[in-house]
């Protein structure tokens, strides 16, 4: 935990590879995945509790490694944590199959330290191509970071989207359930070519911060000044084949196209929007 001038308050030790980590408002809580490619499980944090009773490990039922059937038996683990119309949703990192879950739905057990998971959308999903409005097929391959873009966004406001790194596309969502998820697919492009991105984030109004993780540096830099509201910004992870990982572009929501914003970093990964 840090002060808003970058001072550690707090921390806490969690037991795994710590990739996914998201905040739950309404629980005054985070909530962070481990090992998201397989023996995948869930933390919460509550800052407020009281000590020894902040941090709370809950096992995945079913888990999702346990089998590559399909639904969500994947294969693989989870990754990213979004809280979405109040609930808790998990994108479904490394699956083995085609037409497992993209996402998953968590509901959490206090009493048992269960997480039960429940599918939303199938990597095999029928959705709508951003720009030319056709119907097309998902074939997801790499689900990975997920978010909700805010209502003053100038497309998809409210919805909840998902970056598929290594499929170098967005998927927005308007709801989240088996049945009905209404579909649209954002292939992305730098120049000429496709690219791809590892985090996605939006300015929520003209004044805040842009907080941007240089990983391989193992710094964050705060980006101030005046933006305008509902700007996408993407950390850019591939151009083509090649790796490029070095900037953070904004993204045309009409035709998926980056510009760089922020060049020169080491390793361009997480993005966070803070107001004010």
Sequence with gaps: ??????????????????????????????????????NSSLY???PSAPSGQQVRHYTYSPA???????????????????VFRGHIYLSASAPATLGATAVFRAELNPGTGI??????????????????GERVKLHLTDPDSSAVVPVDSPRYGGD??????????LIFARRLTPSSNDLTRLLLRRGNDRAGVDDVRWSEGRHGRLIVVDNKAGTMYAVSGDFKAGTAFGSLDTVGKNANTTEVDTIDLTTGQLTPFLTGLSTAKGLLWLPG
């Design 115 to 132: 997480a039960t998971l429940t599918r939303t959308f199938e990597d095999s999903s029928m959705a709508r191509d951003a720009v030319n």
């Design 1 to 38: 935990e840090y002060s808003s001038s970058g001072k550690q308050i707090a921390s806490w030790e969690l037991a795994g590879k710590i990739d996914g980590v998201g905040g739950d408002p309404s629980g005054h809580r985070v909530i962070a995945s481990v090992n998201e490619d397989g």
């Design 160 to 169: 909840f989207v998902l970056v598929s790194q290594g499929d170098q596309q």
């Design 44 to 46: 919460t944090i509550t």
């Design 64 to 82: 999702p490694d346990s089998g590559s059937t399909g639904g969500v038996l994947t294969g693989g683990g989870s990754d990213t944590v979004t």
